[in-house]
């Protein structure tokens, strides 16, 4: 993704509930109601144990003939372009983002339009940036780092390197910075 200097976030919506259940299973999904009635799933319920591997393995199915140029997260579908073969990036962009709205359109899978960002320069990927330049951290995690209190115990300690954990693929020696701290954690420390 980075070199490319158009990107797309497209955020599935209601990924689970796209899912029809096999028609064998719907009964294992019986609920009773306070009438009295039994409630039965059409689709794949939130909270099935196998229910996230059965959705991301759809998604990755369906999108790995353009794994090229459109990553996939669960649900979440990254499209990423540059310019080449004498069209503009955003010539190519717009083509990228037809293919995948076919497939989304032939599986009947939506898109969260207020979630979704389109022909951007930078977008949101996992909780951090990619853009041209690269991979940056969120700003906004980083001011949270920043402010975070003193720590008082290990218990805060452990929670602050948890969050300050997020740097380490941004910072260069972070490990030898983090140590003496991490240190700290240990049971005989004092």
Same mark, same amino acid.
């Given at each position: 993704?980075?070199?490319?200097?158009?990107?797309?976030?497209? +955020? =599935?919506?209601?990924?689970?509930?796209?899912?029809?259940?096999?028609?064998?299973?719907?009964? =294992?999904?019986?609920?009773?109601?306070?009438?009295?009635?039994?409630?039965?799933?059409?689709?794949?319920?939130?909270?099935?144990?196998?229910?996230?591997?059965?959705?991301?393995?759809?998604?990755?199915?369906?999108?790995?003939?353009?794994?090229?140029?459109?990553?996939?997260?669960?649900? +979440?579908?990254?499209?990423?372009?540059?310019?080449?073969?004498?069209?503009?990036?955003?010539?190519?962009?717009?083509?990228?983002?037809?293919?995948?709205?076919?497939?989304?359109?032939?599986?009947?899978?939506?898109?969260?339009?207020?979630?979704?960002?389109?022909?951007?320069?930078?977008?949101?990927?996992?909780?951090?940036?990619?853009?041209?330049?690269?991979?940056?951290?969120?700003?906004? @995690?980083?001011?949270?780092?920043?402010?975070?209190?003193?720590?008082?115990?290990?218990?805060?300690?452990?929670?602050?390197?948890?969050?300050?954990?997020?740097?380490?693929?941004?910072?260069?020696?972070?490990?030898?910075?983090?140590?003496?701290?991490? +240190?700290?954690? @240990?049971?005989?420390?004092?």
């Amino acid at each position: 993704m980075t070199g490319c200097t158009l990107y797309s976030a497209l +955020d =599935l919506v209601d990924g689970y509930y796209q899912i029809l259940m096999r028609e064998s299973d719907i009964p =294992l999904t019986a609920v009773s109601t306070p009438s009295g009635m039994l409630w039965e799933w059409l689709v794949m319920p939130q909270g099935l144990s196998n229910a996230p591997a059965t959705f991301n393995r759809l998604v990755t199915q369906l999108f790995r003939p353009m794994r090229a140029f459109a990553q996939t997260y669960f649900d +979440d579908i990254f499209v990423h372009s540059r310019a080449e073969a004498g069209q503009t990036a955003m010539e190519v962009h717009l083509q990228y983002l037809r293919r995948v709205f076919e497939v989304m359109r032939a599986n009947k899978l939506y898109a969260n339009i207020d979630k979704c960002v389109f022909a951007a320069e930078e977008i949101k990927v996992l909780g951090c940036f990619v853009s041209r330049a690269g991979v940056r951290a969120d700003p906004e @995690k980083v001011k949270a780092i920043a402010a975070w209190p003193p720590p008082r115990s290990q218990k805060d300690l452990r929670q602050w390197l948890g969050l300050a954990n997020y740097l380490h693929k941004y910072s260069a020696g972070y490990t030898g910075l983090a140590r003496p701290l991490s +240190d700290l954690l @240990k049971k005989d420390a004092d």
